[in-house]
């Protein structure tokens, strides 16, 4: 198509992902007659500054509940708040009716903390450094 330029770029702007969000969502919603996509944060803020230290970040959309983002400063895991984390944000995605999860995780992460979870591996593909793996994990809800 004459005139049209493409640009690449190491950063994501609100200009770059709103049009792309709400062009993708409305193409869905007039495909599906669903409308239900929404994000989801569950964080966890430090008691002393009120800042954001760690948490969950994902989406629900077409009845399915995706993980995007996890992170918990080294001082706050195996103390059971990752786990309290992963309740909730499963738990809010049953309430906005997903029957669902997806998420990737890489074998230097978390695959284990996952499966203790419920969750079941569906898919493998190697990736670098040499050795390690992404995994694709699933969850009925």
Same mark, same amino acid.
Request: aromatic share 12%.
């Given at each position: 198509?004459?005139? @049209?330029?493409?640009?690449?770029?190491? &950063?994501?702007?609100?200009?770059?992902? /709103?049009?792309?969000?709400?062009? /993708?969502?409305?193409?869905?919603?007039? #495909?599906?007659?669903?409308?239900?996509? =929404?994000? /989801?944060?569950? #964080?966890?803020?430090?008691?002393?500054?009120?800042?954001? #230290?760690?948490? =969950? /970040?994902?989406?629900?959309?077409?009845?399915?509940? *995706?993980?995007?983002? *996890? &992170?918990?400063?080294?001082?706050?895991? $195996?103390?059971?708040?990752?786990?309290?984390?992963?309740? $909730?944000?499963?738990?809010?995605?049953?309430?906005?009716?997903? #029957?669902?999860?997806?998420? &990737?995780?890489?074998?230097?992460?978390?695959?284990? @903390?996952?499966?203790?979870?419920?969750?079941?591996? @569906?898919?493998?593909?190697?990736?670098?450094?040499?050795?390690?793996?992404? &995994?694709? =994990?699933?969850?009925?809800?």
């Amino acid at each position: 198509m004459s005139g @049209f330029k493409l640009e690449i770029s190491d &950063y994501i702007s609100e200009e770059h992902s /709103l049009p792309i969000e709400a062009g /993708l969502s409305e193409f869905n919603a007039a #495909v599906s007659g669903l409308n239900d996509r =929404m994000p /989801l944060a569950v #964080v966890v803020r430090d008691p002393k500054s009120g800042n954001v #230290v760690g948490g =969950m /970040l994902g989406r629900s959309s077409l009845g399915v509940l *995706f993980i995007d983002l *996890f &992170y918990l400063p080294p001082a706050l895991r $195996a103390h059971g708040l990752g786990s309290e984390i992963l309740r $909730a944000f499963e738990e809010e995605g049953r309430k906005r009716g997903c #029957v669902a999860a997806f998420l &990737y995780t890489i074998s230097f992460q978390a695959p284990d @903390f996952y499966r203790k979870h419920g969750w079941e591996e @569906f898919g493998k593909i190697d990736c670098l450094p040499e050795g390690t793996s992404r &995994y694709f =994990m699933k969850k009925a809800l």
